[in-house]
């Protein structure tokens, strides 16, 4: 089993305030994927990542795939209340996902 | 925009009853897959199509679980008799087959069904 470890699994900050998770494995992965999930949604993908070292920005969140590509990154700047959500790593070997134990994020405003 | 197509998207039934999920990938995509997930959890595989044919159901319960795509296109996922346990939002996914050099497919995730089992 190719297991995705998240940390932090909770995550409760102030807005405004930065964070930063993290998808970790001893696996190495062709690629890996973020997604974020509302309650009662599926998961809406954020960004993948392919290249070893590659960081990727979409607005405020930045993403970084590790050298080794066993492990992520996903840092977000000034969290809003929007932010707010749970968010997953997802790594891809071939045509096959393995998802990451998932990390609760809430942004009070 | 091309999404994945769920139904229902809540159903409460009781134990022991049959509920089935219907599933309508992104067109041209191959792969289907079919995930349970606890709330606040990752998904979990439960089946993997690879058009018609079953890639992986490893994790599958089959001796209450089924799941069918006939002609390649559109899933069901069945349970047969739902056990308390089994509530959960079940997603389905679908992806393109991976593209070569450039890693694995991107999975798109349709709405989900919530299933509450009395």
């Known amino acids: 089993t190719q297991l995705l470890e998240q940390s932090p699994q909770f995550l409760s900050i102030q807005e405004g305030e930065n964070l930063t998770v993290y998808c970790n494995s001893s696996?190495?992965?062709?690629?890996l994927q973020w997604y974020r999930q509302e309650p009662g949604e599926g998961p809406v993908l954020l960004v993948t990542?392919?290249?070893?070292?590659e960081v990727k920005k979409l607005k405020r969140l930045t993403f970084q795939f590790g050298d080794a590509r066993k492990d992520s990154s996903l840092h977000i700047t000034a969290a809003q209340p929007g932010d707010t959500g749970l968010y997953l790593c997802?790594?891809?070997?071939?045509?096959?996902?393995?998802f990451g134990t998932g990390t609760s994020l809430t942004v009070i405003p | 925009e091309a999404e994945v197509a769920q139904s229902p998207r809540y159903k409460i039934t009781e134990k022991s009853q049959a509920v089935a999920f219907w599933c309508d990938p992104i067109?041209?995509?191959?792969?289907l897959y079919w995930y349970r997930q606890i709330l606040g959890q990752g998904p979990e595989l439960l089946v993997q199509?690879?058009?018609?044919?079953?890639?992986?159901d490893s994790q599958l319960p089959k001796d209450r679980f089924s799941a069918e795509r006939l002609k390649g296109v559109d899933s069901t996922l069945k349970i047969q008799p739902a056990e308390l346990g089994d509530s959960a939002m079940y997603l389905c996914?679908?992806?393109?087959?991976?593209?070569?050099?450039?890693?694995?497919?991107?999975?798109?995730f349709g709405p989900g069904t919530r299933l509450t089992v009395l």
């Open positions: 199509f690879q058009d018609e044919s079953v890639v992986d």
């Open positions: 996914a679908s992806s393109l087959a991976p593209r070569q050099g450039l890693g694995g497919g991107e999975q798109f």
């Open positions: 997802a790594g891809a070997d071939g045509n096959q996902f393995y």
């Open positions: 067109s041209g995509h191959a792969t």
């Open positions: 696996s190495v992965f062709s690629s």
């Open positions: 990542v392919v290249t070893g070292g």
